[in-house]
């Protein structure tokens, strides 16, 4: 069964400081990685998907890099913002099944 | 495009009522699947479809039935609802069932209280 972490589980930081997560998975026999954001009381925005194939997305000021033997991918954040803040959760799918991490939630202090 | 959207937005039950929770989306989209989210549990996968006429289990599916007549809808039905089916519950859908596979869009959830 897929195992799906996130490290850390919190993270406060000043604006402008650049934010980096990170999600490890127990199964590497995944088809992509997705990293998606949830505000309170919200559903989940999709931020960039990662193909198996690939090293890394990038979509403006975020950047994902995905290390498929080694069973981990990073978010990063670059120049935070106050309106960063949010749960940012990764998802790997195998075999028609999508397993999520429990999140980092992130607060960005003005 | 509409996208992903999910009816009621909240629902309040009594043990052992019975309702369905509606989720559509205009996109043409093959894959659908339903999630509940659970305070330290995380998002779990409770059934999924390929496409019309195609359903299968998730890691949850006890005490829920769903079917796919369309490629739109993909209700998804509690037969006897209990407390422990007090959730969050999520709607999602992405383009292919087949790889490679594209990105999954929510929509906005059902916050469902079983009293």
């Not at chain 1, 934010?19 to 127990?26: A, G, I, R």
Request: aromatic share 10%.
């Amino acid at each position: 069964k897929q195992e799906v972490t996130q490290i850390p589980a919190a993270l406060s930081v000043p604006e402008g400081e650049n934010l980096v997560l990170n999600c490890s998975f127990t199964d590497s026999a995944i088809y992509n990685l997705q990293w998606f954001r949830q505000d309170p009381g919200k559903g989940l925005t999709s931020l960039l998907l990662i193909q198996s194939s690939q090293r890394e997305q990038t979509s403006g000021r975020l950047n994902a890099s995905l290390d498929k033997s080694s069973g981990r991918s990073t978010l990063y954040i670059a120049a935070s913002q106050p309106g960063d803040s949010a749960t940012y959760l990764c998802a790997v799918l195998n075999d028609y099944k999508l397993s999520f991490g429990a999140g980092t939630t992130v607060t960005v202090r003005a | 495009n509409a996208g992903v959207t999910q009816t009621p937005k909240f629902q309040v039950l009594k043990t052992g009522q019975s309702m369905t929770l509606q989720c559509a989306q205009d996109m043409n989209h093959e894959y659908m699947s339903w999630y509940r989210q659970d305070p330290g549990m995380g998002l779990r996968l409770i059934h999924y479809s390929v496409g019309a006429g195609i359903t299968d289990q998730g890691e949850v599916p006890n005490g829920y039935n769903v079917s796919r007549s369309t490629t739109e809808d993909f209700p998804l039905r509690l037969l006897s609802a209990a407390p422990s089916q007090t959730s969050v519950y999520f709607c999602a859908s992405s383009y292919s069932s087949a790889p490679p596979y594209n990105e999954q869009f929510f929509g906005p959830g059902t916050r469902l209280t079983v009293l």
